[in-house]
Nanobody, 115 residues
């Protein structure tokens, strides 16, 4: 059973930074994509960034140049460094693991950016 544990959310002022982490445990297929999604109140969940096992990344246009996704394959951990945060980045951030066997979501971590 795969489990994802997120950490690092919180309250920050606009222009500040936060670093989210997600640790995967259990039976994890070695080739996978990990990523971050977010869901703001009243909105649909949206992609923030993804990273493959070999380090290929993709970002939503709204976070390009401000957010950086990285991973440690040895620890099955993915990080999201968020800089120059804006109030519109306020959302619950979810970690996601995708393998050829299926996908798994984390429980989410709240990020609040005050203006």
């Amino acid at each position: 059973q795969v489990q994802l544990m997120e950490s690092g959310g919180g309250l920050v002022q606009a222009g500040g930074s936060l670093r989210l982490s997600c640790a995967a445990s259990g039976s994890i297929f070695s080739i996978n994509t990990m990523g971050w999604y977010r869901q703001a109140p009243g909105k649909q969940r949206e992609l923030v960034a993804t990273i493959t096992t070999v380090g290929s990344t993709s970002y939503a246009d709204s976070v390009k140049g401000r957010f950086t996704i990285s991973r440690d394959n040895a620890k099955n951990t993915v990080h999201l460094q968020m800089n120059s945060l804006k109030p519109e980045d306020t959302a619950v951030y979810y970690c996601k693991l995708v393998t050829r066997l299926g996908q798994k979501w984390g429980q989410g971590t709240q990020v609040i950016v005050s203006s």
